[in-house]
């Protein structure tokens, strides 16, 4: 091979060459720019995350949303998005380093959204909103989704993230009716509706509202291994402990004074609620109970004992009449004992006498026949029935029938028959009810058509007809 043809040779090798780098670079500059084309038309990646992320009812989480553009070299612009909240609400913002116009809660979207509208970040970088958040719905588990973030760079994918809200210990006491001067019971039930247990729960009840109320044998660990309670006046549980989803009941007996207010609901309130739920410290709202004392009264309503014929029958004198005398003990827990009562017969009607009694109360008596005194061993309670729509009947713990006879010499008239107040014993003393709790009952009745004295409804009915048979047999004997 000669020089020139070598040299030849050589020129079309480092023109090859420089072909191929030229043709490389363009290869590698195309890929680039596809690569970057590809970095350009990423979404940025959305994220939520509640801090903390289990709270109470009461409690705040600051909620942040962060847009990561770090892996695209291009500003990601016209960012926008709603996040609807729903049983949460935000505000005041911390801050908002993706620009744009931010709203909490916009009026189209109530109390629990966030909105952003025009919003940028640029290539290579985050950008995040703090927003603190609250609780204005029920507790659990609130998962909250962003899914519609939209940019310029195209839609990202959905971001979720979800909260925890424990429910607070519910503490119900349950209203008491009372006897004055007799033990009432308050019923407490305390429940853990939250998974988590409950420790060192603590609160008190103020009894101080109606004076001379205390408490009197108060239970020994009410609620759990160490919970306690103290006081008189004011009863104080402390240290009770719950497991999730756990509960208690326990009673407290409370002694209620002789001169206790009569009538009327007297509002009990506890102080708020302290315990450890979860780990967390918890301060629910207090509770209110009420206690309505009362004292034994009477009822009473006059009628006919028996009569042949028509209903309502005539009463007239000589007639048996029934008296009902109805005794009242409406306390759920207080028993009286030594019932006494009074009736003056005489001043109802002169010459009214009993004729017979009888009664369903423990170790009844009735003695005299013109003045009465009725006794009984005991008035057992008797709360108020009722429920579901029907509104609440007094029932009478027990009753005195007591048969009485209208003279026969009587010209007709009312009876009018007035008991005493009913005098008891109950746990603090002797007591007797007021005047209003005495009873009246009144039954008019007709005077005798026939002069005769009538002693019954019978001789009423039998002698007409031996009057008639008399009359009967005469005209038969002056018949031809």
Known sequence: MTEKTLASSSDTVRRGASMGLCGLGAALALAAAVVGAAQAQSPPVVSKSFSPDTILLDGTSVLTITVDNTSSAVAATQMQFIDVLETLDAGPLTSNTCGGTLELGPPVYGDSAILLSGGSVVGGDTCEIVVPVAPIGPAGEIVNVISDFTSSAGASPPATDTLLVHPFVEVAIRNEVALVGAPAVFTYTIENPATVPVADLSFALDLKPLPGLSAVDLPASPCGPGSQLTGTDVVTLSGANLAGGGSCEFEVTVQVPLDAPLGGWTAL???TIAASLGGLAMLAPSETTSLWVHEVYLDSFLGASFHLGAWPPPILAGDVVDLYIEVFNLSRHGVASDLSITDDLEAALPGL???????????????????????ADEVEPRPLVGGNGIPPIPLPSCTFR????????????????????????VAAGTYTSTPSSATTASLAFGGNPIAVPLTSTWTRVALPLALLSVGLFALLRRRP
Request: hydrophobic share 30%; glycine share 8%; net charge neutral.
């Open 269 to 271: 309130t506890t102080t």
């Open 353 to 375: 006498r009993l004729t017979s009694a009888e009664s369903d109360c423990p170790g009844w008596s009735v003695d005299g026949t013109a003045q009465l005194t009725l006794r």
């Open 402 to 425: 007591l048969q009485l006879r209208i003279p026969p010499s009587a010209h007709g008239g009312t009876i009018v028959n007035t008991t005493s107040a009913p005098t008891v014993t």
